[in-house]
Structure formats: C-alpha cells, structure tokens
C-alpha cells in the first residue's frame, strides 16, 4: 500500500507478514500481548516459547534479530525500576553473591522483566513491519473511536510541519546571536516554545476551516481498501493461537 | 428563492441564466462589533474568470469565508448556482464552492496527497471506483498523477500549490475560489499554475494582490477596500486607472507596463 511515511520502526519490506492487512496484524499483536500477560510468572519456559514464536515471525518477515534488539532498548526506563525489586521487595530473603535478595521480588522483577521484553518485541514486529498510515486504516477498519483517529491522522501530517517552524525558528534566533548553551539565555527558547504553541493553535484553526470547506461532518471518510481475506485471518491468528496454547499449558502446569 | 438543490453542472455553456455567484447586499460584522463588509454586490456567471483586489483588511478573506456558508451574512445573502448559502444545504454549498486556501500546508491535512484529494468527494458521499476516478481526474488536471502516494511534506512548493488545487476540483465545484493563489511561488511554479488554471475552463474568482496575475488570468476584476465594493470592470481598464489604485493601496510591479 501506499506509504508516504516512513517511520524509524518500519522496515520496508514484501513479505507474507508485510502484506497482511493492518487490522489483522493489531488483533494478532494485541492477543498475543494478552495471552503473555496471563501466563503465570513460575512458568519459564512458557516465555521462552513466546520468544520462538516471535523469533518464527521474524524469520518469515525477514526482520535480522540485530536490528530489532537494537529498537527493544527503548525498554530501559522499565527495566531500572525492576532491578530495584530484588532489593525492595518483602521477606523471605536469600543471599546470592553477598546480596540480600527479596524471593517475590526476583520474581516479580522477572514477571516485569518477560512480559514487558516481550510485549516490547510484539509491538515492534507490528510496527516493523506495517507503516505508520496503514496502522490507523488498519484502526479505522477495527472501529477504533473516530475523534482518535482524526487526532492520529492530523498529528501523521503535522508533526513534521511543527518540527520544521521550531527549526526556522532556531536558526532565526542563532542568527541572531543567540547561544542557548546558557541558562540566562534560556527564556528566549521558552518564548519560543510559547510562540511555536499559538502558531500550532492558529493553524489548526486554518486546518479546521479548510476541513469545513470541503465537507468535513467530523469523522475522517473511509476510503475504501477491500476488507481482510479469512486466509489471512487465518494465517495471522495462528500467532495468538500458539500463544494461547502456551499461556494454557503455562497455567496448568504451575 | 427556492430551497431545493437544482443539479446546476459546472457547464460552462452560453444561455445559463443562474450566475455561478450571486451575492447580493452582503452586510457583515464579526461577533465583537468590527464591520467588515458593508453592502457587497458581486455577480459571477458560469465560465467567468474574476480577480478579487484590494489591499490588506480590505474584506476579501472575510468575503471568501461568506461564500460558502463558514461565516453568515448579518445582512443580505448569497446564492451559488442559484442554491442560496443557508443551514439547510450547507454540505452541497460546500461542494459546489472550492476554496484554495492560501497556505498548502493547511490545505494538505492528509497524509498522502491521493488520500487528501478524496478527503473531499469523500465527504460528499462519492465512493468507489466513481471516487477512484475523481482523484485520477484531479490529479491528471493539475499534473501531479505520479505523486499520488507521496506525503505532501515531500512536495514542493509549487507542486503542494497544484495538489491543493486538485483537492477542490475532485469536488467538482460550480466555482473556484483561490485565495492568494501566486503567494510564495517561484516565477517557474507560478507560471505553471497559470497554465494549469487557464486549462481548466472553469468559474474562477481568484483573491490577489498580483496585479499582473491578475491581468493574465481574470478578464474581470472587482476591487475591494473597507469592506465595499469600490470598482468592477475589465482588468485592464482597472489596472490603467492609476488614481484609483493608488487610492485603494494597490499599484503595479516595478518595471510593469500594461503592453
């Protein structure tokens, strides 16, 4: 399909996973995200079955693992707060070289530790392989509330319209003379921020008005794509299916 | 006036009696108090190119905005194609009125420029194939076929221009309505837009202070200053009359001389 937009998460590509339609791949990301969630923190290997199943998915759409480790780092933030637990968490304690480590929370820190990783790489297989304009189709298709869409399509376009007056209007201000390396120069980049937010405001009202002249009544037209296939329901589903499976076999076993 | 919606076409054939623009002692005042328009007349028939002058406040964009419906005459009224400019039957004045706005960039909302020019027939319920054709259509009129998939963020200036062009004439509108249509163009983009807009054979009323522009396109020009009506006739008979544009802060280029 038509992508204007590239994303840095999107890699381009014509694989089966590719060229499923977007809602199909949201409801299979969005499942899978779920059955992980419900597997019970004891069942280890279940999580381990979740990473081939993905690891299975980036083969078929051709993803190198390399380049999809590097974007899961955005995981970080979340990660400091779950190595904090060992050492927080509550009593019984046991002591692993020479630290005092909390038993619910090594596990709890795992739980996070998993489940986020993993809900982290689903994500990332959605968005790397769908652009960003066929995730909101994919969206519109599943009913997904119309004013969220409308805001989500707008900000597609614009983001990079506002990024680019903040930009004119740096070089405006180095231009003249200003170095925003120090602190008592920083009020001019407030002022800046200030002017950037009434000059977004002035334009969306522009936007508005040209929305409203060309017959706008609130919620974005579909312009119609033809509706998934059931084979490719069928195809994309068989990734929650397995995940079911695990999540299933996970919970009777612990 | 009748209320119902008389399937005028864009036609642009002799012995139409119905003007594509009817306005007529149009009084307007925004909420705070400030007048704007005071007893506007303007006539416009089908396949008539009409330039709107006049300097800055002048009224010309509050003017553009009563045309179709987003602001209301205190007093007076406006017809389009013979259809009167009311409540009722705002969505098919809106289609029958395409507005160009000045900037592209609030224009092209969309995120590709195929999906920006259905944004409109969209709205006024066209779809499939018949929708399909609308955009090729458009598209093919202004010459931006080849960049249906592209955003218009990669567009230029002049391209972003046509493209915004494309998005009213995919309406099939009874008049184009271009607001300051040759504003940050370079002399190339502009000249092309020219071509474009001469090709097209539709009702035009183009909002400008380029005078020569003016002069190329629109046989017809109407001045506009404080809110009236201040001189109707033909171009170049107008843009002759130094005493009258001088008094309405209006003059011609540099160098410019009426051959």
């Known amino acids: 399909m038509g992508a204007g937009h590239s994303h840095p998460l999107y890699l381009p590509g014509v694989s089966v996973v590719h060229r499923l339609p977007a809602e199909v791949k949201i409801v299979a990301a969005f499942l899978t995200v779920l059955c992980v969630v419900a597997t019970p923190r004891e069942a280890f290997w279940a999580f381990g079955g979740y990473l081939l199943l993905l690891a299975a998915v980036w083969v078929a759409a051709r993803i190198p693992p390399g380049w999809m480790a590097r974007r899961a780092l955005i995981e970080a933030p979340f990660v400091v707060l779950a190595i904090l637990l060992p050492f927080t968490g509550p009593d019984p304690r046991f002591d692993w070289a020479g630290m005092s480590l909390s038993h619910t929370g090594v596990l709890g820190a795992w739980n996070i530790l998993a489940k986020g990783t993993l809900g982290v790489l689903t994500s990332l297989t959605l968005a790397a392989t769908t652009p960003m304009r066929d995730l909101l189709l994919g969206l519109q298709r599943l009913r997904a509330p119309a004013l969220v869409l409308t805001i989500a399509t707008l900000m597609l376009r614009y983001a990079d319209v506002i990024a680019g007056e903040a930009r004119r209007m740096r070089l405006a201000r180095i231009a003249r003379g200003h170095d925003p390396r120090f602190l008592w120069q920083a009020g001019a980049t407030a002022r800046g921020i200030g002017s950037l937010f009434v000059r977004s405001y002035e334009r969306g009202e522009r936007v508005h008005l040209a929305m409203l002249s060309r017959g706008w009544t609130g919620t974005m037209p579909t312009t119609g794509a033809p509706a998934a296939a059931r084979a490719q329901w069928i195809a994309a589903l068989a990734v929650p299916a397995v995940a079911a499976a695990l999540a299933v076999a996970g919970m009777m076993t612990t | ?259």
């Open chain 2, 1 to 259: 006036m009748s209320a119902d919606t008389e399937p005028t076409s864009s036609l642009t054939g002799a012995g139409d009696e119905t003007p594509s623009l009817d306005v007529r002692g149009l009084d307007f005042a925004y909420p705070d108090g400030t007048p704007a328009l005071h007893g506007v007349d303007l006539r416009i028939e089908p396949g008539e190119r009409v330039a709107l002058l006049g300097p800055n406040g002048a009224g010309k964009t509050t003017l553009v905005l009563q045309l179709n419906g987003i602001l209301a005459p205190t007093e007076g009224s406006v017809a389009v194609g013979g259809l009167p400019v009311a409540k009722p039957h705002l969505q098919e004045v809106r289609r029958r009125v395409g507005i160009v706005f000045q900037d592209p960039d609030d224009q092209l909302f969309m995120p590709t420029v195929r999906e920006d020019v259905a944004f409109g027939p969209a709205n006024f319920g066209v779809r499939g194939d018949e929708l399909t054709a609308r955009v090729t259509g458009a598209l093919d009129a202004v010459g931006m076929a080849e960049h249906a998939d592209r955003s218009p963020l990669h567009l230029s200036g002049g391209q972003r221009r046509r493209v915004a062009l494309a998005t009213v004439l995919s309406c099939d509108p009874e008049i184009l309505v271009l607001d300051e249509p040759s504003s940050n163009l370079d002399p190339v983009a502009r000249r092309e837009l020219a071509e474009v807009l001469l090709g097209l054979d539709r009702t035009l009323l183009m909002v400008t202070h380029d005078l020569p522009y003016a002069l190329q396109l629109c046989p017809r020009s109407v001045v506009v200053d404080g809110g009236r009506v201040v001189a109707d006739g033909p171009t170049r008979e107008l843009l002759a009359d130094t005493e009258m544009l001088r008094a309405h802060r209006l003059e011609l280029p540099f160098g410019f001389t009426l051959a």
